[in-house]
């Protein structure tokens, strides 16, 4: 079976992680209790046209696409601890619909930007894009987790030496780390990386990492309502939170599966990442190539 019908969904678990095949608004509605996580992240479709297995990702309108993103906007504010907090991204030309319908439900504490460097088909007509945009918000301002010390970085200040602050009593070094701005630079994933995924908008762990490290504590509840490879659960996972994953599409469920470690086939079919065109395919070539 490879296609669910309307309004069913099925789950797996296994330990800390559960993966939910269906529609999110049904799995939402249907199967998370409110008020139970304490970190979502969402990466829904973005109303750009790619497409996803069966699903082709583009609404009549913009508006049309805001309305269907405010539907589950609202029920995962729904299943956010008091002291909750969750992290949405979508286009460049569709986050404004997301950020000021969000700023009613929650505080939005950041705006980030996920920059990368250029790849694929450069823009002639127009500046390409080479952002994301991810806005963070919490339920309380007031009480949230945000472990600082977990996901501090270099304080770059461009001298070659290390600065000392002579301004104190007892001049000090300056710090040489601080906690992130929300400019982020990470790159995307590529085809040679060992996390890459056949998913055309795969994100990267390490900005996952951030995310949850930041967001969360061990044992805490981690919810991506738009899986895909399931980058969120895999991150949470390796980092002791407990991951719960929603998909639609049956394909990246199968790579939710396997990249989790809860099944190893499904209906019968051996779960394996797909070997890469430039392994080795040929013993004989490996073992010239171990020999070097
Ligand atoms: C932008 S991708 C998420 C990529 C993911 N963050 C990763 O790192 O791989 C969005 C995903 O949402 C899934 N999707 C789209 N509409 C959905 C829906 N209504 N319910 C559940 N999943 C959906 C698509 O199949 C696609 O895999």
Partial sequence: M???EEGVSQKFQKGT???FWGESLHVLNTQIADASVDLIFADPPYNIGKTFGAFKDRWASDRDYAQWCYQWLDLCVKKLKPNGSMYVMSSTQCIPYLDIYLREKLTILSRIVWAYDSSGVQARSRYGSLYEPILFGVVNKKEYTFNAQEILVEAKT???RKLIDYRK????QYNT???????WNFPRVRYRMP???????QKPEALLERIILASSDKGDVVLDPFSGTFTTSAVAQRLGRV???IERECDYVKIGLRRLGIQADFNGEALQKPTKSYQAQNPYQLSVFEEL
Wanted: aromatic share 4%; net charge negative.
């Fill in 158 to 160: 461009g001298a070659t």
């Fill in 17 to 19: 992680n559960t993966i």
């Fill in 177 to 183: 780390q601080k906690v992130p701005g929300n400019v």
């Fill in 195 to 201: 996390e890459y995924e056949e998913h055309p908008s």
């Fill in 243 to 245: 991951s719960i994953g």
């Fill in 169 to 172: 009593a007892t001049p000090t």
């Fill in 2 to 4: 490879t296609n669910l």
